[in-house]
């Protein structure tokens, strides 16, 4: 899965901190192999999760956490734009 944010001008720093504090409880979880936070290159304002699952059931379990429940309201001063997720699979060799 990938998770895209669109910060608002000036509120970089809080979106950032709000999203790194999912890190750690959601690393923790059966059903996470990883959970990385990243800033694009050349836009300061575009942050992205990469998280990879074991399966759709992890995620969708992910998805029901209480954090992750009040996310969209603990964010919604600082993103210029809902959130966008975008689901991919590994391409077998």
Known sequence: MIA?????RGRASELQSILLSLVEPT??????????LYTHENDPHCLM???IWLNRKAFEEHLQKPY???????????VA???RIEAYRKVPI
């Open 49 to 51: 999760f990469d998280e």
């Open 4 to 8: 895209f944010f669109r910060e608002k």
């Open 81 to 83: 734009e809902p959130p």
């Open 68 to 78: 992750i429940q009040l996310l969209l309201k603990r964010i919604e001063h600082q």
């Open 27 to 36: 690393q923790s979880k059966p059903g996470n192999s990883s959970y990385i």
